[in-house]
């Protein structure tokens, strides 16, 4: 089954540009999503096919994905961008959508 | 716009069956737009999906878990559910139930989630 790897923690600092991958093997030829989950919440999807933003996402967020690591990035992080991250790929073998493991990103 | 509120018992005794539902509103849970989906959230962890259904009720199972899993599809009560056989302490999560347009590969819509506890 299709593994995806991601950082536990992510720290930085409040109007700096915080960047979380997501490895897996040749992830550059899939499909990556990305979910923003705060405490008590449901995810929410913040970046879609690599780097398309749903509507009312702020344009600060972006991703990238190429060769083995798609990356997140969250330009001028703001407190209300402290929250757990989560990507996500779809494995066409199993027909099954794929999590990463999560990365909790703290504003300083 | 489709919502998705699930409901189930919130406390379930070790080895006992647990049921949740997903009432689906905004959208036909018949329609073929969509594929319906379980993931789950153990405490502190991070999201595994579970199970899913198409409109045409083709079934799919996490692996890990099959064997435990039945997903059906009520289209007369515009829900589907999700049943968890034999359940132990490990089953003890937050339950979510999510829509795929049907095609795609990411999850449009979200269920607020269902926390459940598996007592011993």
């Known amino acids: 089954s299709y593994v995806l790897t991601q950082p536990p923690a992510v720290s930085v600092a409040p109007e700096k540009t915080a960047r979380i991958t997501c490895g897996g093997k040749?992830?550059?030829?899939?499909?990556v999503h990305w979910y923003q989950q705060k405490p008590g919440q449901a995810p929410l999807l913040v970046i879609s096919?690599?780097?398309g933003r749903p509507s009312g996402i702020p344009d600060r967020f972006s991703g990238s994905n190429s060769g083995d690591t798609a990356t997140l990035s969250i330009s001028r992080v703001e407190g209300g961008d402290e929250a757990d991250y989560y990507c996500q790929v779809w494995d066409a073998s199993g027909d099954h959508p794929v999590f990463g493991g999560g990365t909790k990103l703290s504003v300083l | 716009q489709v919502q998705l509120q699930e409901s189930g018992p919130g406390l379930v005794k070790a080895s006992e069956t647990l049921s949740l539902t997903c009432h689906v509103s905004?959208?036909?849970?018949?329609?073929?737009?969509?594929?319906w989906h379980w993931i789950r959230q153990s405490p502190g962890k991070g999201l595994e999906w579970i199970a899913s259904v198409s409109h045409s009720r083709k079934t799919n199972y996490n692996p890990s878990l099959k064997g435990r899993l039945t997903i059906r599809v009520d289209t007369s009560r515009s829900q589907f559910s999700l049943e968890i056989l034999s359940v132990t302490t490990a089953d003890t999560a937050v339950y979510y139930c999510a829509a795929v347009l049907t095609g795609g590969d990411y999850f449009h819509y979200w269920g607020q989630g269902s926390p459940v506890t598996v007592a011993s």
């Open positions: 096919y690599d780097g």
């Open positions: 040749n992830i550059g030829s899939r499909a």
């Open positions: 905004g959208g036909s849970v018949s329609s073929g737009i969509y594929s």
